[in-house]
């Protein structure tokens, strides 16, 4: 039986639907772009809680229990007035010691260990461009709409996706804006979105290459859309494979241009 000490009282946690732990990702992440940490907001869903009444044994109520469980936290002590919240900790966790893959197992699933996975991965990704490290600043859904829509347009005939962005990230740059820019960050989100990890080109040459795929993002990703764990792992294992064929197989994919009617 796992428990969790809430205002000194032990709470037992059972194991949740998945539904509920994606309602409270979709809930939280907003907040996280903005630049909360997943902690605070965990204590605040418990605050307002504890206010209105709710039993902890309410679907929610346990889903925040299990997020704070799986990052290292069992005990927390709320004052409802001043919003604060004591911690009661574990000095270390294996959470970040294991192979990503392994949060997607059926039991990770319904104990909210694959919801935090997900939710740390989608704000705290990195992309590789032409050899440099590029943070995938996280944007709002309402920012992404035009992006995405732009880029499902702008995709030819029989194109791979992930050339389709990649050559609207590359037009982001030959239009002027800085890779610090809305217009690109939110480019690069797109590509981030597909699992691409790495990707160079050349704007004198034309050519765009896809250098790798990211293994960590395609499983978080396969999780939000809702797939069980075994199509979880089959995602993962494509990934792998894509990836190992790319290795010294690479060829540069020559920008093709949309013809004027």
Known sequence: MIQME???????????????????????????VGGKKIIELLCSILSEG??????????????????????????????????????????????????????????????????VASMILFT???????QVMQQVVPQTIEMMKPTNEA???????????????????????EAGHAMESLEVRCALQVLADLSVAAFSYSVEN????????????????????????EHIAQVHTRAVSANARMRGAAKPVVMARRRRS
């Open 206 to 229: 034309k050519t765009i290459n896809i250098e790798g795929f990211n293994e960590a993002n395609a499983c978080a990703l396969a999780y939000l859309q809702g797939m069980d764990a």
């Open 124 to 130: 705290n990704r990195n992309m590789r461009v032409n």
């Open 6 to 32: 809430v205002n000194n009282v032990p709470v037992e946690l059972k194991p949740q639907d998945r539904q509920v732990f994606t309602q409270l990702l979709n809930s939280m992440l907003p907040a996280m």
């Open 50 to 115: 504890s206010k209105r009444g709710i039993e902890t044994t309410n679907p929610t109520y346990q889903a925040a229990l299990w997020a704070m469980y799986q990052v290292g936290v069992r005990g927390v002590r709320i004052n409802n007035e001043t919003n604060n919240a004591d911690l009661k900790t574990e000095k270390s966790t294996e959470f970040d010691k294991q192979p990503f893959e392994s949060h997607f197992t059926n039991g990770n699933i319904t104990t909210g260990r694959a919801m």
């Open 151 to 173: 880029v499902m347009k702008a995709r030819l005939a029989g194109e791979d996706i992930h050339i389709t962005a990649a050559r609207y990230f590359v037009r982001m740059i």
